[in-house]
């Protein structure tokens, strides 16, 4: 396998994909929708152009501080 290096213009498509990610995650905070809204779709579009994912932010969407003791590790 080779090793494909993106130039600059790219990683900056990314970061800005990255970021539009983040802010549209949940719900979209701008547009007010529930689902995933025209600029969290394009987002996604430059990550497949790419051939690339989204990094993972564990706790971003706050899903474990939701639902306390529901998790691996409840103790009654």
Known sequence: MSTT???????THLA???QTIEEHLLRCRTCGTNRPCYN???AERVFLRYGRLPRRTPGLTGAAT???GLGWFHCP
């Open 5 to 11: 290096y993106l130039s600059t213009e790219a990683l």
């Open 16 to 18: 800005c994909a990255q």
């Open 40 to 42: 969290r779709i394009e």
């Open 66 to 68: 939701r639902r306390p």
